[in-house]
């Protein structure tokens, strides 16, 4: 069984677009992660959420609206998509114990060409 | 001062050497320390976590110095597929939820 999945693995858009993209894990985690990794490879934290609950919003433009219904899905959901949204997106989930982060589950990633 | 910086790379090495990498962070209260691995076109995955201690894994010996905020990433006999990615991962402060990743360092092993 795949333990953290996303959907779908390849998006291509036009800009101004709205589209989505969903994540599941079945670690049984509290904490969920999505991140970006644009074209020189850096991976960059966009959300975490633990139990339900936004904790890290990293300076991320408003278009972008996390939602996590319960605590084994995170979906991104994208609004007025640029150029420069083009890029590989990641969601990850870990156990964070006594307020420390333990090993990051990503899923295999979702490529996001915006036109 | 980056939060995480690593040696940026590529290392290109034959197939048996011996290749070490580094790692600095800026937060002297980070808690944990991991080095993941990535492939092309693949999501990261653990290659291992870094105690205090040291700790070794086959080939791959990891160290951290809390004194001089660096962690290391030694592979020894080097082989083809571990051609890939290193990413040194930090989790900057207690009770938070942020990670901050290096950008990596990118690995060559040839025949």
């Known amino acids: 069984d795949t333990a953290v999945s996303q959907t779908p693995k390849y998006l291509v858009t036009q800009m101004g677009n709205d589209k989505s993209i969903k994540c599941e894990q079945n670690?049984?985690?509290?904490?969920m992660y999505w991140y970006k990794q644009d074209s020189k490879k850096f991976l960059k934290i966009m959300f975490s959420?633990?139990?339900?609950?936004?904790?890290i919003n990293e300076t991320v433009p408003n278009r972008f609206s996390p939602k996590s219904p319960d605590k084994a899905h995170l979906n991104l959901h994208i609004n007025s998509l640029e150029l420069g949204d083009s890029a590989v997106y990641f969601c990850?989930?870990?156990?964070?114990?006594?307020?420390?982060?333990?090993?990051?589950?990503f899923g295999p990633g979702t490529r996001l060409t915006v036109l | 001062r980056k939060e995480v910086e690593q040696d940026p790379g590529p290392f290109n090495v034959p197939e048996g050497a011996t290749v070490a990498f580094n790692c600095t962070y800026s937060?002297?209260?980070?808690?944990?320390f991991f080095w993941y691995r990535q492939d092309c076109r693949k999501e990261p995955k653990l290659l291992m976590s870094?105690?205090?201690s040291g700790n070794e894994d086959g080939r791959f010996t990891a160290q951290l110095n809390r004194a001089s905020q660096y962690i290391s990433l030694l592979i020894r006999d080097s082989k083809l597929s571990d051609s890939a990615t290193y990413l040194c991962?930090?989790?900057?402060?207690?009770?938070?939820?942020?990670?901050?990743f290096g950008a990596g360092t990118r690995l060559f092993v040839k025949a």
């Open positions: 990850a989930s870990s156990q964070v114990v006594s307020g420390v982060t333990d090993t990051q589950y």
């Open positions: 670690l049984g985690h509290d904490t």
């Open positions: 959420y633990n139990n339900k609950e936004l904790i």
């Open positions: 937060n002297s209260a980070s808690q944990s």
């Open positions: 870094v105690y205090s």
């Open positions: 991962v930090v989790n900057p402060q207690t009770g938070g939820f942020k990670t901050i």
